[in-house]
């Protein structure tokens, strides 16, 4: 659970400077797109890869929730 919490508080983090940087002005806006295809593409899947090959897995898999999500995930597929 932490170690979900941390990559949303990374990626908020990664968002609020993107954010920053643009309203003050400091690239272009082709360097600013080429910037966010490289963050979108590049930076988040590997802080996802890093955060889920440092998991533990056992502390963090718990049956019961993963069986619920599982129906929740199969009754909205059968509801749509």
């Known amino acids: 659970m932490q170690g979900a919490f941390l990559q949303i508080v990374c990626m908020f983090l990664i968002m609020a400077l993107a954010l920053y940087v643009r309203k003050r002005g ?15 593409h590049i930076l988040f899947p590997a802080l996802f890869f890093v955060q889920i090959v440092a998991m533990d897995i056992v502390a963090v898999f718990h049956l019961r929730f993963i069986l619920a999500a599982l129906a929740v995930l199969v009754l909205t597929y059968f509801l749509s």
Do not use: L, R
């Open 26 to 40: 400091y690239f272009s806006p082709e360097a600013i797109t080429q910037i966010n295809k490289f963050t979108i």
